[in-house]
C-alpha cells in the first residue's frame, strides 16, 4: 500500500516547502510515499519534483451537468445571463469542459501518475443548502460516463483511473446497483474505486461519532459485496456533520448574494463545514484499511498549511499504528 498526501501544485506551497526541496524529508517524516497532486490553476511550471507526484486529482466543476447539457433555461437561472455562465465555465459549450479535463489529464500524465481522481457528482449552490436534487443519480452517473468515454476512449493512457464518491447527486457508494452502473458504462479497463470515507459519511446525517461512522463504512461495504473489490483507492478522513446538516441545510438562506460569483464563496464556505475533511482518532478506523487493503492511501485532510498538514497527517498516521 502507497501512502499519500493531497496538496495543490502551486507557488505559493511549493515556498512553503523551501521551493519543494523540504517536501521529500517531510513527507519521510509523515511515513508516506508521495502526494496526490491537484492543479493549482498556475500554467507556469511549479518546480514541483514530478517523482512525487503518485496520484492526480482532476480538476472538477460541483455544477456542471446543465452546462454540458446545453440546458440554456437551467444556466439564465442559476447565472443571471447565458455570458455569465459561459465566463464561469470558459467556454460555450460542454466542449469547453472537455478541453479542461484533457489539459489536466495530460499534465497527470506529464507527471507520472499512477492513478487520477475524477469526481461524479453534480450539485447547483442551491441544492447544497436544500438538499432537493434537481438531477437524480442515473442522471449524473450517465453524464459522467459519457465524459469519461470521450476523453479516454482510443487513448493509451499510462494511468488507473478511478472514480470518487460524493454526497451529492451521481455517484454515492451507498447503491450498489449505481455503483454498477457507473463501472459498467466505463469502457476503460484499468479504471476502479476511489472510496472517500468522510463523503460516504455525509450521506448519513444520523452519525455522531467516529465508532458510528466506522460501523456505518462497514456496513455500506458489506452491501456492495464483491463490487468493494473495485476500490482500488482511499480518501482517509472523518466527517461527522450531521448536526451542521440538520440546523443549517432544507432551506436557502434569506441573505444568500445575488451575484453568483458571490453566492459561490459564501456556499464554498458551508459546503467546508459538511465535509469536515477531519482525521480520525478512533484506532478502530484501522479495520476499514484493513479489511480494503487500497493499492492507494491517501491521507486527504484539511489544513491551512505546512505545519497543521504535518500535524494532522502524523495525529491520522499514529492513530492508525502508522507511526
Known sequence: ??????????????????????????????????????????ETETGFPEELAVGYHLTFFPDWLDF???????????????????????????????ELYRADLRRAAALGAAYVVFHVSDVSIEEGYTYRWLHSCEAVIDASAEIINCLLDGREWPFLFLVENQWWPGFTFTDPALTERLLDGIHYPRRGILLDTGHL??????????EE????????????????????????????????????????????????????????????????????????????IQRVAPRYLTHELSAAGRRERLDRVRWQQRTLGFL
Not at 26 to 32: G, I
Not at 80 to 94: I, K, M
Request: neutral net charge.
Open 201 to 210: 459519511m455525509n450521506t448519513n446525517p444520523a452519525l455522531r461519532t467516529e
Open 68 to 98: 454540458y447539457r446545453g440546458d440554456a433555461a437551467a444556466l439564465k437561472r442559476k447565472f443571471g445571463s447565458l455570458e455569465a455562465a459561459r465566463a464561469f465555465y470558459g467556454g460555450r459549450d460542454g466542449e469547453a469542459l472537455l
Open 213 to 288: 461512522g466506522i460501523a456505518y463504512l462497514h456496513q455500506m461495504l458489506d452491501r456492495h459485496g464483491s463490487l468493494a473489490g473495485e476500490i482500488l483507492g482511499m480518501h482517509f478522513h472523518q466527517s461527522l456533520s450531521g448536526p451542521y446538516v440538520q440546523r443549517h441545510c432544507g432551506r436557502l438562506p434569506p441573505d444568500l448574494p445575488e451575484d453568483y460569483l458571490e453566492r459561490y464563496a459564501v456556499n464554498y464556505r458551508h459546503i467546508l463545514r459538511i465535509d469536515q475533511h477531519l482525521p480520525w482518532t478512533a484506532p478502530a478506523a484501522r479495520s476499514l
Open 1 to 42: 500500500m502507497v501512502q499519500v498526501v493531497n496538496l495543490p501544485l502551486t507557488r505559493s506551497v511549493g515556498r512553503e516547502y523551501g521551493d519543494w526541496r523540504d517536501l521529500p524529508g517531510e513527507l519521510r517524516s509523515m511515513a508516506l510515499q508521495g502526494v496526490e497532486a491537484i492543479w493549482g490553476g498556475e
